[in-house]
């Protein structure tokens, strides 16, 4: 057995040498235990460096919390090192055991002013004097003189051992701190009630989830956001002329009356949300939140305590109660996108809501009631999931009460242009830009595009362009389309032997549509098949003539009409046709 790092007098308890002849420390092992527990010798002053770093990141009160806390381990751990020694001596001797144990430690010099203790009638009273405290030390070294006592690890750790001494809550508070500029330390204990003031230390036992907090704090972001978009979404991105977007539309209007649950199907990409939010804005629940959810971007096992909330302790690492979507959308509008991802365990739970008005936390018995309305969507057609079995067909009957098909891009290629317009608009407003437009052959490109992404693509697309395309000039396909683009996905491909592909029969059939709907010109037609070739021959004519069964001279003449009819609509300076050969 070894002498402890100091050879230093302890206080002379009764039992101290005792104590000290329970430190071990076992070299071969690289170990040292204070009776079973193994203890650590480590550097004050790094310790300090690490308390500062922790004050420094978190803040004053954060950092308070979490030492409280780790002092207050410490003091539980010490109380049952303390409930194994003999039990034929007094509770006041055994009690005195901590101080020792703190002082042994190197933490603090303790001497008792005063202790009264009586374990079986719950009473307690206790006050040290506290020498050398390292905590404080350290603290006015890095912080100078404070307002306030700082030995907050110190003080949780009597407050842990005292408690758990006790068996009830106690808590102490520093009346005299060196860190105030105060000689010494001075601590006073009593039981928690017995303080007046005694609930506004408690909240630094408690443990708080930053994680949590942050989560919290982005879901508000999240939402501030999207409610400041709110309106300027509703007044650009639901536009429209064409029959298909125009029959959704009226289904969407006559929704909004009413507080019919509405599901809305469509693909990827075809503005799902915006719709829910125009549903919202329009109804008489408008001036309440509006919350969205995408349950296909949460995970499975997270997904019900999102929607429903949680309970304090209904699992693991819930630190905190927090009210999930459903809660939050009270009043108002919830909008759960991709429904379809839900698990079958969320979707009976959310059937349960639906049919009852009602909601359970996890891990809460409370019954809360909501008022909610719902709004649904999906990409994948959920009858076809309910026939697969991965999807409830009750839950599917209750939320396709009033369903609106959202058309795909292609099948409303009128729309196209109004769209672009009004995202060109947009961008330019947000990136600080001034275009002209679009060139012809962008035009053309936008309307033969298949738009596999629908608006979101086109929005994408046309935010590149803005970004790419330098102010005073028209917008290049270039500039919208990736290569990938131009090389792969354009509709209008030419097979090799100059035929239109066969895939793209029923394009054929949309293009006439636009030519009767007065969409496009046979001119445009016409110049659209001439750049595809060109495009897909890179540049050279002959190449390009032969694709499209044309002498070279034939060619020509038409890209020079071509370039001619593109600059007497746009009164745009482009390059004559000997450059491009
Ligand atoms: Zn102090």
């Known amino acids: 057995m070894a002498q402890p790092c100091k050879p230093e007098k302890i206080p002379s308890y009764e039992n101290s040498d005792d104590l000290r002849a329970r430190v071990h420390f076992c070299a071969e092992t690289g170990q040292i235990w204070l009776h079973e527990h193994r203890m650590l010798l480590v550097h004050a002053a790094t310790q300090a460096a690490l308390r500062k770093e922790l004050i420094d990141t978190l803040g004053m009160d954060r950092a308070r919390g979490l030492l409280t806390r780790m002092g207050y381990a410490s003091g539980v751990q010490d109380a049952e090192l303390v409930c194994t020694r003999a039990h034929d001596t007094s509770d006041l001797d055994i009690f005195m055991t901590g101080p020792q144990l703190h002082t042994l430690e190197g933490i603090v010099k303790v001497t008792p002013i005063r202790v009264e203790i009586d374990r079986s009638a719950g009473r307690f009273y206790a006050e ?35 408690t758990a001494f006790m068996g009830r809550q106690i808590l102490y508070k520093e009346v005299e701190c060196i860190g105030m500029g105060d000689s ?3 601590i006073i204990g009593k039981p928690i009630e017995e303080w007046e003031d005694g609930d506004e230390y408690a909240r630094f036992f ?5 994680a949590d907090q942050l989560m919290e704090l982005q879901t508000q972001v999240v939402q501030l956001r999207s409610a400041m978009n709110a309106k300027e979404k509703q007044h650009s991105d639901i536009v429209g002329n064409s029959p298909p977007f125009r029959a959704a539309y009226e289904l969407l209007e006559q929704a909004s009356k009413s507080q019919i649950t509405v599901l809305l199907q469509g693909e990827t990409g ?3 949300e915006v719709f829910a939010r125009a549903l919202h804005d329009r109804g008489a629940r408008r001036n309440e939140s509006f919350i969205a959810i995408n349950c296909a971007a949460i995970p499975h096992d ?7 909330g949680v309970e304090k302790g209904a699992y693991t690492g819930a630190l905190v109660s927090r009210p999930g979507r459903f809660e939050r959308a009270n009043g108002g509008t919830l909008f759960l996108d991709e429904v379809g991802d839900l698990p079958l365990s969320a979707q009976a739970k959310l059937l349960r809501v639906l049919q009852e008005g009602e909601i359970e936390r996890l891990g809460d018995q409370k019954i809360r009631k909501v008022n909610v309305r719902l709004v649904a969507a999906s990409n994948i057609d959920l009858r076809t999931l309910a026939k697969e079995g991965k999807f409830r067909l009750d839950l599917y009957y209750r939320l396709n009460a009033f369903q609106i098909n959202i058309p795909p891009l292609r099948e409303r290629k009128e729309d196209i242009s109004l769209l672009a317009n009004r995202f060109l608009e947009k961008y330019s407003a947000i990136h600080g830009k001034k275009h002209r437009g679009f060139t012809d052959k962008s035009k053309r490109t936008l309307l033969s595009y298949a738009w596999p992404g629908n608006i979101r693509e086109l929005q994408n697309m046309i935010e590149r362009g803005v970004i790419l395309a330098p102010s005073g000039t028209r917008i290049e396909v270039d500039q919208m389309f990736s290569s990938y683009h131009t090389d792969h996905s354009l509709e209008f491909g030419l097979d090799s032997n100059g035929g239109l592909e066969i895939a793209h029969e029923k394009t054929g059939k949309e293009l006439c549509e636009a030519v009767f709907n007065g969409v496009m010109t046979l001119d445009q037609i016409d110049g659209m098949l001439v750049d595809a070739a060109v495009d897909k021959a890179r540049g050279n004519l002959s190449k390009a003539a032969r694709l499209l069964g044309l002498t070279r001279r034939q060619l020509a003449y038409r890209l020079e009409r071509l370039h001619e009819q593109d600059s007497e609509r746009t009164g745009a300076i482009s390059r004559p046709v000997s450059d491009q050969l």
């Open 184 to 186: 010494n330390c001075r």
């Open 270 to 272: 075809v503005g799902k």
């Open 302 to 308: 997270l997904v019900e305590s999102e929607l429903f």
């Open 128 to 162: 040290f004097l506290w020498e050398n405290s390292w905590e404080g030390h350290w603290h006015k070294h890095y912080y100078g003189i404070q307002p306030d006592p700082v030995c907050w690890n110190q003080i949780g750790y009597a407050c842990g051992y005292s």
């Open 206 to 210: 408690s443990q708080e989830s930053i």
